[in-house]
């Protein structure tokens, strides 16, 4: 039989999180590329709108793989699968770090370079930072996920016997 890691129920709820996140990230993208292509806005500040529309879509798999490995570890906790998570919560903390460099840099610029207030440039303003916002929160998450999965990773076995009613009485 394979031996179980003692993984925090917390895991369960802290993958769905990132699954909601990564919807979330989905919806903004969206909002992000038809706003930035229908009003004909090329950058973002120092950052060309491709740039924060790739990171949206090619980071979303990864951070929605990362949650449904993270419920999935937390139900039946082999090591295969902990470290498999780990996996994937490495690639989605790399992905939300240099999602992160890039929204901020993307905000701070993209602001300074308003020169009159148009709906279109605030609201594209506002997305980027949302955007940043659930790139920070998905870093969180999968920090606190990996931190937990190492934790149990290094747990030690446990000892214990267990009886069934019949052999308790037999060796009492």
Request: proline share 3%.
């Amino acid at each position: 039989m394979a031996r179980r890691y003692p993984l925090r129920m917390e895991a369960r709820a802290l993958g769905a999180v990132q699954i909601i996140l990564t919807l979330f990230h989905y919806a903004l993208g969206a909002l992000s590329a038809s706003l930035f292509f229908e009003e004909d806005i090329r950058d973002t500040g120092d950052v060309p709108v491709l740039l924060p529309l790739g990171y949206i879509v090619w980071s979303a798999p990864f951070f929605l793989i990362s949650g449904s490995m993270a419920i999935s570890a937390q139900k039946k906790p082999t090591r295969y699968k902990l470290t498999s998570t780990i996996v994937m919560s490495i690639f989605s903390a790399c992905f939300s770090a240099f999602g992160s460099i890039i929204l901020c840099v993307a905000c701070f610029s993209y602001a300074a370079e308003m020169k009159e207030y148009v709906w279109s440039q605030l609201a594209g303003g506002m997305l980027l930072q949302y955007l940043l916002f659930s790139s920070v929160t998905e870093l969180i998450v999968v920090s606190i996920i990996v931190s937990w999965i190492v934790r149990a990773l290094h747990h030690p076995a446990s000892k214990e016997e267990s009886y069934t009613l019949s052999e308790y009485s037999v060796s009492s």
